[in-house]
Nanobody, 115 residues
Framework: QVQLQESGPGLVKPSQTLSLTCTVS????????WGWIRQAPGKGLEWMGVASYDGNSDYTPSLKSRISISRDTSKNQFSLQLNSVTPEDTAVYYC?????????WGQGIQVTVSS
C-alpha cells in the first residue's frame, strides 16, 4: 500500500519561502508523476504542479514564477518550494501520486501565511 506524508512548517511569514516535503512509503517514486495540490479556505482544489519520472517538472501558469518541485530518489521524497508567499497562499497542501486526479494522496498539511 502506497502512503504519502506531508511535512513542513505550519506557519510561514509573508515574503518568505514555503517548503514542504512528501515522504513516500510502500513504493518507489521512480517511474511516476508526483504532484502538489492545495485548497485555500472556501475554494476548490488547485493542482500546483508535478514532478515527472524523467526529472522534469510542470507548473500551473499562475504559480510558475514562484514554484519549484523536485525529487530526491535516494530518500524516496519529493518537495515543494513556493517563494514570496502572501496570506493568499494560506491553504491545506496535499501531495499525490500521478497526474490529476492522482491515485494516492497524503492527508494534507495546513500552512498559514501570517506575520
Amino acid at each position: 500500500q502506497v502512503q504519502l506524508q506531508e511535512s513542513g512548517p505550519g506557519l510561514v511569514k509573508p515574503s518568505q519561502t514555503l517548503s514542504l516535503t512528501c515522504t513516500v512509503s510502500g513504493g518507489s517514486i521512480i517511474n511516476y508523476y508526483w504532484g502538489w495540490i492545495r485548497q485555500a479556505p472556501g475554494k476548490g482544489l488547485e493542482w500546483m504542479g508535478v514532478a515527472s519520472y524523467d526529472g522534469n517538472s510542470d507548473y500551473t501558469p499562475s504559480l510558475k514564477s514562484r514554484i519549484s518541485i523536485s525529487r530526491d530518489t535516494s530518500k524516496n521524497q519529493f518537495s515543494l518550494q513556493l517563494n514570496s508567499v502572501t496570506p493568499e497562499d494560506t491553504a491545506v497542501y496535499y501531495c499525490a501520486r500521478g497526474l490529476s486526479p492522482g491515485d494516492y494522496w497524503g492527508q494534507g498539511i495546513q500552512v498559514t501565511v501570517s506575520s
